[in-house]
């Protein structure tokens, strides 16, 4: 396979492409998916020249990272390839969900994922959300050991505060930190991307298309599919649904404007937020997937960046990210 180069950033350690490809929606939440397409979709990828790929092992749960175990072969020399445990769902009612970072669970999460991608290590090892009842320090201690096994090149965290941060940064160096950041999600600018730049660790930005509400093809709750979890999701219910397409908007005068597609834009300004951070838009088409990559043409001056931070401050969007907020920021 023929493959092109695209601009590299760098999480720590870990050197990748400067967007890379959340996979989460090739398997689950997003409505009805098709193999062939998956697969056409990240042989696309990577022959444009996307190395860093994101996936864990809820997304089916189970299933997504089969689907890349069975994509990665003859490719895993060239891909960066992150995974997550720590969600655990019953496959009989994947709706019922708990958390487990406990250190046996740990190493029983790497071993379904190592056999499930079909591969000996996985790049970034990411816990992908807080186990309340387990000391972060226990966590990542069992995960470190990882790293001295070679199962695991580095460690990540997602949806974390900056104080769990700082507590797992001392028992192991902690390469990135995954968490939900766009233009209408703006949390992490509240401490976690100012301690993530004072120890080192990069930032990766997942649903930096709003979960594709701000790339302009939503314009009713119609619009999506049956089985789509945003149907649930408080921003795209109701009142604030309309408050937030009024958002919208916004981005899309601003691309016209600028030349780019709304999407192009969004991921745009995420770029502009700063060398160390990475995002993943997800998609599960082609040609999603070559639009979101025309970001990385799109350049923004300083006034375009106050212009959409004007637009966008910290609180912008209407509606809480989940249903529950207690998993997140912790």
Known sequence: MTTTELPARSLRDLRVSALGLGCMGMSDFYGAHSEAENLATLDRALALGVTFYDTADMYGPFTNEELLGRWLRGKRDQVVLATKFGIVRDPTNPAVRGLNGRPEYVRQAIEGSLLRLKTDHVDLYY????????????????????????????????????????????????????????????????????????????????????????????????????????????????????????????????????????????????????????????????????????????????????????????????????PDMRTVNR
């Open 127 to 322: 816990l992908h959300r807080v186990d309340p009842q387990t000391p972060i320090e226990e966590t990542v201690g069992a995960m470190a050991e990882l790293v001295q096994e070679g199962k695991v090149r580095a460690l990540g965290l997602s949806e974390v505060s900056p104080e769990t941060l700082r507590r797992a940064n001392a028992v192991h160096p902690i390469t990135a930190v995954q968490s939900e950041y766009s233009l209408w999600t703006r949390d992490p600018e509240t401490g976690v991307l100012e301690t993530c730049r004072e120890l080192g660790v990069g930032f990766v930005p997942y649903s930096p298309l709003g979960r594709g509400f701000l790339t302009g093809q939503i314009k009713s709750p119609e619009d999506l599919e049956e089985g789509d979890f945003r149907r649930h999701n408080p921003r795209f219910q109701g009142e604030n649904f309309a408050r937030n397409l009024e958002l919208v908007r916004e981005v899309e005068r601003m691309a016209a404007e600028k030349g780019c597609s709304p999407s192009q834009l969004a991921l745009a300004w995420v770029l502009a937020q700063g060398p160390d951070l990475v995002p993943i838009p997800g998609t599960k088409r082609v040609k999603y997937l070559e639009d979101n990559l025309g970001a990385l043409d799109v350049v923004l001056n300083a006034d375009d960046l106050a212009r959409m931070d004007a637009v966008f401050p910290h609180r912008a969007a209407a509606g809480e990210r989940y």
